[in-house]
């Protein structure tokens, strides 16, 4: 990705980016940081339409993540794209990520049917198992992926939820 196809993407000029974001790394981390903001929002707002959440809400937002929403700019990048992004961000923007883990850890209360005791180093390694797969799609059975990465989720939800 470079500042000039971005700008030819979207009909505007280089500079006018830079009145924007100081570098690429800074737009792909607001695109980031974005899109983790509308997924905490789905789920506050399951919490308000259900008070709670349920496994079928999870998986549909999962599924949903990992297979088609478009603004998951994650699926979209490389593990070196990844860490070319954190090597290249300024550190006041790499303080302001939001993890995985303190997104489930907000979640919890709210989780329906939940395990007494779950397994977050867990949970945390089957999201990073969906990541991994995400970014090696080409290498897998186009026809089986949406398969294989639902059986992934029901997986991780299995660390969550009891059965």
Request: avoid cysteine; hydrophobic fraction near 40%; proline fraction near 1%.
């Amino acid at each position: 990705m470079n500042i000039d196809l971005i700008t030819k993407k979207v009909g505007i000029a280089q500079g006018t980016f830079y009145n924007f974001f100081a570098s690429k790394e800074i737009l792909v981390f607001f695109l980031v940081k974005r899109y983790q903001e509308q997924i905490n929002n789905k789920t506050e707002n399951i919490v308000l339409d259900k008070g709670y959440i349920e496994r079928t809400d999870l998986r549909s937002l999962y599924h949903d993540m990992m297979l088609l929403d478009e603004q998951n700019v994650l699926r979209f990048l490389t593990r070196e794209d990844i860490q070319t992004l954190i090597t290249r961000l300024p550190e006041e923007f790499k303080l302001d990520f939001e993890t995985s883990e303190a997104s489930i850890k907000g979640n919890l209360p709210y989780i329906n049917h939940k395990r007494e005791t779950i397994d977050l180093i867990a949970v945390m390694d089957w999201l990073q198992i969906l990541n991994i797969t995400i970014e090696n799609a080409d290498l897998l059975h186009k026809d089986g992926l949406e398969k294989m990465i639902n059986r992934l989720i029901d997986n991780m939800l299995d660390e969550i939820f009891i059965s």
